[in-house]
């Protein structure tokens, strides 16, 4: 059974906006979520997280344009991207960490940024 399934994505021109949702399976608090980001070429590494819906945690670069959010009645995850640069293109991927160490990654989801 597919544990996590991505939604949103695509293309769009630098300084614009996207939305990527996901929906996580047995969506518990006391997990980790967040979302990671793979360029190519590049290892993949992450965006965003968030500890048993407590504080979020944002890589740097994306701090002031990304905004994290969950909808635990839908069991949803949202990332919401603005003032998109070219260098944010990549794979996004949802991740759930659960209590007892196991983790859950999605397919991965395209971004492409253009100038």
């Known amino acids: 059974q597919e544990q996590i399934l991505e939604y949103g994505g695509g293309s769009v021109q630098a300084g614009g906006s996207l939305t990527l949702r996901c929906v996580v399976n047995?969506?518990?608090?006391?997990?980790?979520m967040g979302w990671w980001k793979q360029a190519p070429g590049d290892r993949r590494e992450e965006v965003v997280s968030?500890?048993?819906?407590?504080?979020?945690k944002y890589a740097d670069s994306v701090k002031g344009r990304f905004f994290f959010s969950t909808d635990p009645p839908n069991s949803m995850l949202r990332l919401r991207m603005t003032d998109l640069k070219t260098e944010d293109t990549g794979v996004y991927y949802c991740?759930?960490?659960?209590?007892?160490?196991?983790?859950?990654w999605g397919r991965g989801i395209q971004v492409t940024v253009s100038s």
């Open positions: 991740r759930r960490t659960r209590q007892n160490g196991w983790d859950d």
């Open positions: 047995d969506f518990s608090r006391f997990s980790v």
């Open positions: 968030q500890a048993n819906l407590g504080a979020l």
